[in-house]
T-cell receptor, first 115, second 113 residues
């Protein structure tokens, strides 16, 4: 079955360490996204990528970095510069083709806790 | 700026109808979506409506859109315990060549016997 796989489901890190969250999709989607979810808030866009080797900052990109070397993969690195990294991170993809009715498909998320 | 507002909690009795409301600010929205999130999981698309439609029905789900008031609602008929989840409203519009989505904070629906 096609879908989006995020790993790991839970991640614990010490403050000051960089950490990379994995996101893989086998939906053959062009566009991939990273969102952050905090309790009582809507999802906020961190980065997105419409095509391999290209990505754009979202609304809260500071302290994060991404790469898009393969169509299927869009890893997110949470750097030590991110002031408040503890959150639930969601990866999504869509069949971007200039069509605005392509809904987002989400992975099951990674819960990151930094102490 | 762009904003989507939802009430945070809704409690209903099993078998009753649930109505979750949402207001948005951007009049250039093309599509409006309803997503469902179960505990510890990602978001699952429930339904969506094009901005020039007033209503869309899909089995137990009815979406109503009042574009003049920028108000969107999701009605779940015959609500079941399995419907307990967080429901997110989102609006989309073209922005810099991609489909930008703005999400509300989510409404937590609790279904009790």
């Amino acid at each position: 079955d096609g879908g989006i796989t995020q790993s790991p489901k839970y991640l614990f890190r010490k403050e000051g360490q960089n950490v990379t969250l994995s996101c893989e999709q086998n939906l053959n989607h062009d566009a991939m996204y990273w969102y952050r979810q905090d309790p009582g808030q809507g999802l906020r866009l961190i980065y997105y990528s419409q095509i391999v080797n290209d990505f754009q900052k979202g609304d809260i990109a500071e302290g994060y970095s991404v790469s898009r070397e393969k169509k299927e993969s869009f890893p997110l690195t949470v750097t030590s510069a991110q002031k408040n990294p503890t959150a639930f991170y969601l990866c999504a993809s869509t069949d971007f083709g200039g069509s605005y009715n392509s809904p987002l498909h989400f992975g099951n998320g990674t819960r990151l806790t930094v102490t | 700026g762009e904003d989507v507002e939802q009430s945070l909690f809704l409690s209903v009795r099993e078998g009753d109808s649930s109505v979750i409301n949402c207001t948005y600010t951007d009049s250039s929205s093309t599509y409006l979506y309803w997503y469902k999130q179960e505990p510890g999981a990602g978001l699952q698309l429930l339904t969506y409506i094009f901005s020039n439609m007033d209503m869309k029905q899909d089995q137990r789900l009815t979406v109503l859109l009042n574009k003049k008031d920028k108000h969107l609602s999701l009605r779940i008929a015959d609500t079941q315990t399995g419907d307990s989840a967080i429901y997110f409203c989102a609006e989309s519009f073209p922005s810099g060549g991609y489909n930008k989505l703005i999400f509300g904070a989510g409404t937590r629906l609790a279904v009790h016997p």
